[in-house]
């Protein structure tokens, strides 16, 4: 055994003077994992369309000790996407990881799927990521390196009626990401995803409106039971930390076994 190991767990997942920036931090994954990255030590700026509705998660960093930045975004706009990573970034001095989370989900009949319907997650789910790792990168590079992190969905991986846009936005992002790991590699930059299948927060409530319709989505994974935010924050944490720095390019499933062939 190395002897200088027992010293490298000490400190394997401390985030101490790191600085993440999380989109769609106002609940769900996206409130867990600052609050992931701020007990580890991070400082933490979170994003929602409004800035008021990050009320709650930034007294909650706070009261880790961490510092909380909450600012406003509309992720259809790339210019603001942009202006928001360098916005953290001038704020504290530093920006060593990016948790692309914010996303949405239009569902609707392929056969009359709406065209501004389809644009819009696209623009939401894969073009605003791209931008934010974009600009992201281009001041990691010059701190010698950070992390990337992007949300997908167990829906990359098997297929569900009336999430079309849904689907291809998700497996879009996975192949962008490995793309993305392989041109920055060489900054020292990690790129990766993470894939959850269905998280139970208070406002997807109404996907299951029914015990009926619960106990179906239950069947398909295996662990019968539906995700929580809490799940998906440990692993934004792992690849945030020194401890994911030798992975990159890698999609991990936090889906209760949903994705098993």
Not at 11 to 38: N, W, Y
Not at 179 to 190: G, R
């Amino acid at each position: 055994m190395n002897p200088d190991a027992v010293g490298y767990f000490d400190h394997t997942f401390g985030l101490s003077g790191k600085v993440a920036l999380v989109t769609g931090g106002r609940e769900g994954i996206g409130a867990a994992t600052a609050l992931a990255l701020a007990w580890a030590g991070a400082r933490v700026a979170v994003t929602s369309r409004t800035r008021e509705g990050l009320d709650e998660v930034v007294a909650a960093v706070q009261r880790t000790g961490s510092e909380a930045l909450p600012m406003s975004l509309e992720l259809r706009d790339v210019e603001q996407v942009q202006e928001v990573v360098r916005q953290a970034h001038r704020h504290f001095g530093r920006l060593d990881i990016l948790v692309n989370n914010a996303g949405i989900a239009i569902r609707a009949d392929s056969l009359t799927y709406p065209r501004a319907a389809f644009d819009e997650v696209i623009e939401v789910n894969l073009r605003a990521s791209f931008y934010a790792a974009q600009a992201a990168a281009l001041l990691m590079i010059d701190s010698g390196g950070g992390r990337i992190i992007n949300l997908s969905s167990v829906f990359a991986h098997t297929a569900m009626p009336h999430r079309a846009a849904y689907a291809a936005s998700k497996a879009g992002l996975e192949q962008m990401t490995k793309v993305l790991a392989v041109e920055w590699a060489p900054q020292h930059i990690t790129v990766n995803c993470i894939a959850p299948a269905t998280i139970a927060t208070p406002t997807r409530a109404h996907l299951f409106p029914t015990p009926e319709a619960l106990a179906e989505r239950l069947r398909l994974i295996p662990v019968g039971r539906l995700g929580v935010p809490e799940d998906v924050a440990p692993a934004v944490l792992f690849l945030a930390s020194r401890a994911g720095g030798f992975i990159t390019g890698s999609t991990i499933m936090v889906d209760g076994g949903m994705s098993i062939d």
